[in-house]
């Protein structure tokens, strides 16, 4: 059910906050992720708070978050999953170093590395204040931030300060 | 719209199942060991003809059991195994250390030293089979040069080769009789028994009732036996014993030696009646 989705702001129209606020969103993942490396949840968290902080920003500074959100739940249950399966093998020793493991450890930092990469893409395009659509997530984001709902538009566009009434 | 999400997750889960599954199937095994064969054949058996002659047979501390009838019984028993390795580069030398130990250890150039102790210890000549088999799977995979050059580093090696340095081969000796193997290591040796144990006959679960025996009687790690050293790992060595499927076709076939009185011999041999 779509209704069609809101006007894409443009470059020029965004104010200078807007663009560091959305590239925030990007660099502090890396932050995150640098520090939850032994436990690789902490990432997670600080993009969920990075996302809560920035509820009421522009949708342009939303779509970026919720992209650098939703875009590190795989790579980050890919680690946690890495780590755990690792510590299973070291600690029971009935799994073993299989080929298997081996072939997920590679796969699984080929993703962190590509996942750098278009997070620095996504940071610098950002902060020209420019769209980025990373494959899959970039359409998610884009249509659960953009797409026009009418009830919740009115709850947001309700106004606070009223005339009063004569 | 939908449906071009979906391509997406779909190109995305592909992408990550398919570069798993190629790296898989990448062999890393003969990535992270190919620095290991550099050392030839022929260097290798020089070697482990020095350190046997001068690090071993001179040493007044090591008294090798010289019987004619352990020997006629140890000759079977090799032979058995040796006969079905198949191609080997090494010709295959077996001797027997006088000591209470339970141990068993390979120098390189395919001879093999097998302690008195672990002899008495072995219940059945399976047994030690079992245990020669594993130290044949060391030797053919050049697992104790590998060791060597690993820790002692290949110069030292080839400077043995060429002089005659008793001091420094002794030395390399010690390191080798004293080596522990890692524990794909000892897998690889593990694997390699049971097959050479298959084709000679043996059942290959021999190996896991030696091992059980042995963790019964020492606990799990006893740091003189190089053959249980990576001990956490124990139970699923046995386990792979006990798990190993030979062909169909496979009859096991007693080995007809009368061990008491092998094992009797054993016992009450001693060097003055070295023949």
Redesign the interface.
């Known amino acids: 059910m ?1 209704t069609g989705y809101h006007p894409l702001p443009q470059p020029e129209e965004l104010p200078q906050r807007d663009k560091e606020d959305a590239m925030g969103a990007y660099l502090m993942m890396f932050a995150a992720l640098g520090a939850g490396l032994p436990l690789p949840i902490i990432n997670l968290i600080a993009a969920v708070i990075y996302y809560y902080i920035n509820k009421k920003a522009s949708r342009f500074v939303r779509f970026h978050t919720h992209q650098a959100l939703i875009s590190q739940i ?1 790579t980050t249950l ?1 680690n946690a999953i890495a780590v755990f399966w690792g510590l299973r093998i070291l600690i029971y ?2 799994w ?1 170093f299989t ?2 493991y ?3 450890l ?2 699984v930092l ?2 962190n590395i590509l996942y750098f990469i278009f997070g620095i893409i996504g940071a610098i395009k950002a902060n020209s204040g420019k769209m980025y659509y990373l ?2 997530f970039g ?2 984001s884009y ?1 659960s931030v953009f797409q026009i709902r009418p009830d919740e538009d009115a709850k947001a566009g309700k106004q606070e300060n009223l005339p009063p009434k004569f | 719209m939908r449906k071009s999400v979906y391509r997406d997750l779909i190109i995305l889960l592909t992408i990550f199942v398919a570069s798993w599954a190629a790296f898989t199937y990448v062999p890393w095994g003969d990535i992270f060991s190919a620095p290991d064969v550099t050392v030839s054949i022929a260097d290798e058996e020089k070697l482990g003809k020095l350190i046997v002659d001068y690090g071993i047979l001179k040493d007044p501390t090591i008294t090798i059991v010289r019987d004619k009838k352990i020997d006629s019984v140890m000759r079977m028993v090799t032979h058995l195994l040796v006969s079905k390795i198949g191609k080997t580069d090494f010709e295959y030398t077996f001797r027997i250390i006088k000591s209470d130990q339970v141990n068993a250890f390979t120098l390189p150039g395919g001879n093999i030293f097998i302690y008195t102790g672990l002899i008495e210890f072995c219940d059945s000549p399976e047994h030690l089979c079992a245990v020669l088999a594993h130290e044949i799977g060391h030797a053919e995979k050049r697992h104790v040069i590998n060791k060597l050059a690993k820790e002692l580093g290949l110069s030292l090696l080839f400077s043995v080769l060429g002089g005659n340095d008793n001091v420094m081969i002794s030395e390399i000796g010690r390191t080798a009789t004293s080596t522990v193997f890692d524990r794909a290591q000892e897998k690889e040796a593990d694997d390699f028994s049971f097959q050479l144990m298959e084709r000679s006959r043996i059942n290959p679960k021999a190996l896991a009732a030696f091992f059980r025996k042995l963790t019964d009687a020492y606990g799990a790690s006893n740091e003189h036996l190089e053959i249980l050293q990576t001990h956490p790992n124990n139970n699923s060595r046995i386990k792979a014993s006990l798990e190993y499927k030979p062909d169909t076709g496979f009859v096991e076939k007693k080995i007809d030696i009368d061990w008491s009185n092998m094992v009797s011999t054993i016992k009450n041999w001693d060097s003055t009646q070295n023949n």
Do not use: T
Request: a negative charge.
């Open positions: 779509d795989p890919m020793d009935d073993g080929n298997i081996k072939g997920y590679v796969a080929l993703a494959l899959f359409k998610i249509h």
